[in-house]
């Protein structure tokens, strides 16, 4: 008995046409989707049916056409799985007849295997479909009925929620079918390639196309993997018709424990599959999702949103693509990288072009226009109306920006030659991510190779972020959230292992109308002090994050420690708070100040104020400090790097190098202080120099001229010295602490008189015609004239006479920001 020709014969009386391997005259269609050619995907990753898409507003009568709409879709989509299932089923009773043979095409157990479930499945759903037919129909007649009003028909008299939950509480066989699918999916394989019988058999099954007489040829993995996909759109169809049933419908409670029901056996069977699509990985670990985020990925010049995965043993980098109505989301792959041997930089991207600039005011004025426009329409039909409009524009401009506009660059470099480039908006999460990547790289583990389709599709279930970090996402408004000025005073940093050029960054969240990221100036110290004042407009913002940060010449910057801090309006008023932050081993000090107000609409690229030939109590006020930072950050390089030279503040340094640093703190004073870290030394010193000499009123105020030069007829000493200190403590605090400052600074550059040949004598002739100027006759100041001769006399004699103190009170560099409340600590 020739069995294969028993089972050819069996199928063509069932009208069931069988192509043999050498015909081609069938209409083909690759039908087997991609995902089926892995060993196991969830069914939550298959794709659902197309629905029209739901109005955001609709009336009842709306939602009730639709609600037709769907359930026919839905009646028309069971009709050609019911097809696909018999199709499958088609050759079963042959294959069982054969079984028992001598020469089976397949033996009864693997017959077993390969229809496990399958004419379950098929009644199943023949029962359902029976249900839902007979009740359209009978709806359908209804409507058309001669005689009656159609208009008085509401459609509420449709009931198909009863058929829907029948149908979902029987959904557990599709739990035996998926556990049993990769056992028959290998049996059709290798069946397939071992048996030229059974091969022609699986690989040219057909069915009829509807009423349309065509006819589809499917792979028999092809038909075994519809079940699979049918399970998802399950649950899909019942969630689109759901939103197209209104709530007061009798259907409405039904459908969505129907709904309810589907989802948690979905959720169960991921759960298990999850367990299928792990890897051991070498030390007995198995691969693991270990973060994921939204990052802007830099290819050919272009930047696009991609959603990153972190596994335990590689970086997955994916295309995300939203779920159009009746349809799941999905991932596709873009980039994968082994963590062995990763190398990463960090560095923040380049200043920005007027162009630039440009466009990030125009977007951010459009945000803060349609940020209005939400707070305005709150009420009413027509006002949810314009608020969800509003806030879907706001949401394109957010991701615009968030695309757009970052400013830190990750690059990953990996020892087989392939680099990638990442940006990101915030250094805090760059770090994070660098963290966290660093730290699987220290346990070496070796990467096995992933199966990149099933790792790619598996993106969906297990995601940890499910949007982008779009803040107007939130669309409940939030009372303790910041509107206004929030300022933060950095002070101080301790706990440095050694000296290190480090600065502080500071980042706000909220709608990005404005900056929600600043920075110090570098300090080179083992306890650096930066006493600067930074100001946030901000407009939402919640959470405070603090970096310190160190510089190195040549090598990556380094984040020293981190920590975030929630902003509470109810903790934070116009007065100073202040707080220690600890950032791992390093201690950061800062004081906070918020003064809530109505915000103007963002301003163009806000210059910063000059400094040079400004007043000094002008320059100190604007920020916030007692001594100008131009002064400071000068005498702090000289100090690290300038004590030692030969002629230091004697040696001129080049003028275009003088005059691109003056440029340099007139308009950013980060870029400045960066700059001064390579200049040549005598140029440092010239800026300081120059900075005095143009003040518009020396740093001791000319109205004190004439009282010290009296001060020098004095023959005792201590006298002499009580006189000039007590006239220095009448000048203002911006200039009595700039003055202290710079001499106690002159004082330890003569201290090392045997190297730099500067003395006090010779420090007091450079500084005395800039610091003490006489008064000019005429200009509204009285008293004898004074002779050149005289005037660089007095002025040098009263700078020497201060560096000779031994006793000069000390400095004080920035304002007190303490408040009456005890200092907190906030350990991280």
């Given at each position: 008995m020739d069995v294969y020709q028993d089972a050819v014969r069996y199928l063509e009386s069932q009208h069931v046409p069988v192509v043999v391997e050498a015909e081609t005259d069938v209409l083909e269609e690759d039908v087997f989707q991609e995902e089926a050619e892995s060993c196991f995907l969830s069914p939550l990753l298959s794709e659902s049916i197309d629905f029209p898409d739901t109005p955001t507003f609709c009336s009842p009568e709306e939602m009730l056409e639709r609600r037709l709409v769907v359930l026919k879709c839905i009646l028309e989509s069971e009709e050609v799985y019911l097809r696909e299932l018999e199709a499958l089923l088609m050759p079963m009773k042959a294959l069982w007849a054969s079984a028992g043979t001598s020469q089976p095409v397949l033996s009864s157990r693997q017959v077993h295997t390969v229809f496990y479930q399958v004419p379950e499945l098929r009644d199943m759903h023949q029962s359902f479909y029976s249900g839902l037919k007979a009740r359209l129909s009978a709806h359908c007649q209804t409507e058309l009925r001669p005689g009656e009003e159609t208009e008085s028909y509401t459609g509420f008299e449709l009931?198909?929620?009863?058929?829907?939950?029948?149908?979902?509480?029987?959904?557990?066989?599709?739990?035996?079918?998926?556990?049993?699918?990769?056992?028959?999916?290998?049996?059709?394989?290798?069946?397939?390639?071992?048996?030229?019988?059974f091969r022609t058999l699986a690989q040219s099954m057909m069915s009829n196309n509807g009423s349309d007489k065509t006819r589809t040829t499917y792979t028999f993995e092809a038909l075994l993997y519809k079940p699979l996909d049918r399970v998802t759109k399950t649950t899909l169809v019942l969630r689109d018709l759901l939103n197209a049933t209104p709530v007061d419908h009798r259907d409405y409670t039904v459908l969505q424990e129907a709904l309810r029901l589907s989802r948690s056996f979905l959720s169960g069977v991921n759960e298990s599959s999850q367990c299928k699509r792990e890897v051991t990985l070498s030390h007995g670990m198995r691969r693991q999702l270990m973060r994921d985020d939204f990052v802007v990925d830099v290819s050919e010049g272009e930047r696009s949103l991609r959603h990153l995965f972190l596994y335990t043993d590689l970086l997955l980098c994916t295309r995300f693509k939203h779920a159009s109505r009746g349809k799941q989301d999905q991932y596709r792959f873009c980039w994968y990288l082994p963590l062995a041997g990763l190398k990463l930089r960090w560095v923040a991207d380049q200043e920005r072009s007027p162009d630039t600039h440009l466009r990030l005011h125009t977007i951010r004025t459009?945000?803060?226009?349609?940020?209005q426009q939400l707070r305005q329409h709150t009420k009413g039909s027509r006002g949810m109306s314009l608020a969800a409009r509003s806030r879907k524009k706001l949401e394109q401009m957010e991701l615009m920006l968030l695309t757009n506009f970052p400013v830190y660059r990750l690059e990953l470099h990996s020892p087989s030659g392939k680099s990638h480039t990442l940006l990101l908006s915030s250094l805090y999460e760059l770090e994070e991510w660098r963290e966290a990547i660093h730290k699987l790289t220290t346990d070496n583990i070796e990467t096995v190779p992933p199966d990149l389709l099933t790792l790619t599709s598996a993106c969906v279930k297990l995601r940890m972020t499910q949007q982008p970090p779009l803040h107007s996402t939130n669309a409940v408004e939030n009372e303790e959230s910041l509107c206004g000025t929030l300022s933060v005073a950095i002070h101080s940093a301790y706990g440095l292992q050694q000296p290190a050029c480090a600065y502080v960054c500071v980042e706000v969240d909220g709608y990005e109308f404005y900056d929600t990221q600043a920075q110090t100036h570098s300090v080179h110290s083992l306890n650096p002090h930066w006493d600067q004042e930074l100001s946030f407009q901000v407009d939402g913002a919640q959470d405070l994050r603090v970096l310190c940060v160190s510089q190195s010449d040549g090598q990556d910057d380094a984040v020293l420690g981190k920590a975030s801090v929630m902003l509470e309006s109810k903790t934070l008023n116009k007065r100073w708070r202040r707080q220690t932050l600890h950032l791992g081993q390093v201690e950061v000090t800062l004081s906070l100040k918020y003064c809530p107000h109505p915000l103007e609409p963002p301003s163009s690229v806000a210059q910063q104020q000059p400094v040079f030939g400004v007043p000094i109590e002008t320059v100190a006020q604007q920020e916030g400090v007692l001594v100008p930072h131009v002064v400071r950050c000068c005498v702090e390089e000289l100090e690290r790097r300038g004590l030692d030279e030969v002629g230091i503040y004697r040696i001129s340094g080049a003028a275009s190098d003088i005059s691109a640093l003056k440029a340099a703190f007139n308009s950013n004073l980060r870029e400045a202080v960066t700059r001064l870290r390579c200049a040549d030394v005598n140029a440092v010193s010239g800026v300081l120099k120059l900075y005095f000499r143009e003040l518009p009123e020396p740093l001791i105020p000319t109205e004190l001229f004439q009282s010290l030069a009296r001060t020098l007829d004095i023959q005792d000493m201590n006298s002499q010295l009580?006189?000039?200190?007590?006239?220095?403590?009448?000048?203002?605090?911006p200039n009595r602490h700039t003055c202290l400052y710079l001499l106690h600074h002159l004082q330890r550059v003569s201290e090392k008189e045997d190297i730099n040949k500067m003395s006090l004598r010779n420090l007091a002739t450079v500084f005395g015609p800039s610091l003490l100027r006489p008064p000019v006759v005429g200009l509204g100041h009285d008293g004898p004239t004074v002779d050149i001769s005289q005037e660089v006399v007095v002025q040098v004699q009263v700078v020497f006479c201060y560096l000779q103190c031994n006793n000069l009170p000390e400095a004080q560099t920035s304002l007190p920001h303490d408040t009456d409340a005890e200092e907190e600590t906030t350990h991280i």
């Open positions: 009931m198909v929620g009863d058929l829907f939950l029948k149908m979902v509480n029987q959904i557990g066989l599709y739990g035996g079918f998926i556990e049993n699918y990769e056992e028959a999916v290998e049996v059709v394989r290798k069946c397939t390639q071992s048996d030229p019988r459009k945000m803060y226009l349609l940020r009580a006189s000039m200190l007590s006239l220095l403590h009448s000048c203002p605090d």
